[in-house]
């Protein structure tokens, strides 16, 4: 007898896509048995919630905190399977074996004329199969011992992939520090206009390199899920503000007019990672300014509301440069591929930009694409929902302006634990510069036995050191006895991956400034700290990671 896929349906509840994570989470707490929820909208089907995926995501950190109170659709399979009820059960087995295998984990939706009718499972598969054929039920069972071996290598394989990328961007974060660090201290020295323009050539060198690791890191923590937004209360005329300050100069120096215009409200207040938000944008500027050799680069930015506290922020970056093949657009937002080769021999890039902004966007929530007309230029556009802030907000009381520099920072007392040569001379480079003369110990035992012996007003701490890490040494520093026990501390450290800076602030520092260390962001770091309103420990950190 012919099975039909309506006789392995079942009926589960029905959510809509505006359901929060903190109901899904109870509906699948209350229910031990159910494996999937299906979201539906105007009886279409438009994801699928897996009991696993879901309580996974819930379960990493801050899981509960971050999926909680937003919609579903953050979280659902926004692709599932999708099969009619009329469809031969011989069929859907071969479309999941064939084209979707993870439907055996993750469940599939079920429809009746292209309406919802409900889901199905691999356990009603199972079941049916068992009563049908035995000989069918062994060669599902041996499909899914391979899905789960092939899970977990995936799983081996991906691990293995991001411990090699964290040692990498280590050991190459250690010899570019030295690059960059003594390029920023020879910037700062007396240079005539011929080794101005030799330096200058070092550090783009250096940048471009730095640029490629860390596009290349935001890329392996998005495809590993770990990618998290920190989302904060932000102002998008000071977004376009700080965009006009920072780009102005780079398309001047290619005679280009550079335009930014904001459509918001003067006091209008959002909420978003406006880290991300920049990192899209500064890519798509980048971008338009590289590939343009003359005309103009125009930033569009408006908000528009859909509901009372919902608005969706909308970005075009319009250039006259040489445009886009209608043959390349359909892989333009793939990793490392890049529209031109031509174009690209002549402005470099890695071709990761694109598909970095791509993901950030749709992790965001929102949708990034690009039109075109060869060679008469390009608009690339992103568009991200965001929450209004209705409340104003509270005024920033005065304070934490950075102190004692010049001849009043020359008594303060700091001690460096760092045990490369390299770093150790960028460090007392960067620390000459604020006249500061620093103490060095070479690994963290030492650095504890110092700041016992001695009272030290800072210490900068590297994390990686023989004999006693970094973040060992600053719990024991914190259980000291005393004032040594709150001497502020910032990590200086190549260990860009994620989490770095929530572990170093979690052991007890103050700040994490990551390696190649930029003067600005250690200057602002130790300023914070030794401001007299500064607690410890507090986030005043620059984190790459």
């Avoid at 479309?95 to 691999?122: K, N, Q, W």
């Avoid at 049916?128 to 041996?142: C, D, G, I, Q, Y």
């Amino acid at each position: 007898m012919n099975r039909l896929v309506r006789d392995v349906l079942m009926h589960a509840p029905v959510i809509a896509p505006s359901a929060t994570g903190e109901y899904v989470y109870d509906l699948l707490s209350e229910d031990e048995d159910l494996l999937v929820v299906a979201v539906v909208e105007d009886r279409k089907p438009v994801g699928l919630i897996s009991r696993d995926r879901f309580f996974l995501k819930m379960a990493d950190r801050h899981g509960r905190a971050l999926y909680g109170r937003r919609p579903i659709s953050f979280l659902m399979s926004k692709s599932p399977l999708i099969v009619e009820s009329c469809k031969p059960v011989e069929e859907l087995n071969a479309l999941i074996a064939r084209d979707c295998p993870s439907a055996l984990m993750e469940g599939f939706i079920i429809t009746r004329e292209g309406d919802y009718a409900g889901v199905g499972t691999a356990l009603e598969l199972f079941r049916l199969m068992s009563r049908e054929s035995t000989e069918r039920n062994h060669k599902l069972s041996a499909l899914a011992e391979q899905l789960g071996r092939a899970r977990i290598e995936a799983l081996a394989a991906s691990k293995a992939k991001s411990d090699f990328l964290a040692t990498m961007s280590h050991e190459i974060r250690t010899p570019l520090n030295g690059v960059l660090g003594i390029t920023q201290l020879l910037m700062a020295g007396q240079l005539d206009a011929e080794q101005a323009d030799m330096i200058r050539v070092i550090d783009d060198s250096g940048q471009i390199l730095l640029r490629l690791l860390n596009d290349i890191l935001d890329l392996s923590k998005i495809e590993a899920g770990k990618m998290d937004l920190d989302t904060a209360v932000f102002d998008p005329c000071q977004l376009a503000s700080d965009t006009q300050t920072l780009w102005s100069a780079r398309a001047g120096e290619k005679a280009l007019d550079f335009s930014i215009d904001v459509q918001a409200p003067e006091d209008a207040r959002y909420e978003g990672d406006v880290v991300r938000l920049k990192q899209v944008l500064f890519n798509l500027i980048g971008n338009a300014i590289k590939f343009t050799d003359e005309g103009l680069v125009d930033v569009r930015i408006a908000l528009h509301a859909i509901g009372r506290r919902r608005s969706v922020l909308r970005v075009d970056v319009h250039d006259t440069g040489c445009g886009v093949s209608e043959a390349a657009r359909a892989d333009l937002f793939t990793a490392f591929t890049q529209a031109n080769s031509e174009a690209t021999r002549t402005h470099g890039g890695s071709g990761l930009g694109l598909t970095i902004s791509k993901r950030l966007v749709e992790l965001m929530g929102g949708t990034i694409g690009m039109r075109s007309r060869e060679p008469q230029g390009s608009t690339f556009w992103f568009e991200v929902p965001l929450r209004r802030v209705l409340e104003t907000p509270v005024p920033a009381k005065a304070g934490n302006a950075p102190v004692q520099t010049g001849t009043e920072a020359a008594g303060l007392r700091v001690l460096v634990a760092e045990d490369n040569p390299i770093n150790q001379t960028v460090a007392r480079g960067f620390l000459k510069l604020r006249g500061l003369k620093p103490s060095f110990v070479e690994n963290g035992q030492q650095a504890v036995e110092a700041v016992q012996a001695q009272d030290f007003d800072l210490v900068l701490m590297d994390m990686e050191m023989p004999v006693l890490d970094g973040l060992d040494a600053t719990r024991q520093i914190r259980r000291l006895p005393g004032p040594a026990g709150r001497t502020p501390i910032i990590a200086l450290t190549a260990n860009a991956v994620h989490g770095s800076a929530q572990r170093c602030l979690e052991a007890g520092m103050n700040a994490y400034v990551s390696k190649p260390i930029d003067q600005t962001a250690l200057f602002a770091a130790i300023d914070a700290c030794l401001a007299p309103t500064s607690a410890a420990p507090e986030s005043v950190a620059s984190d790459a990671a």
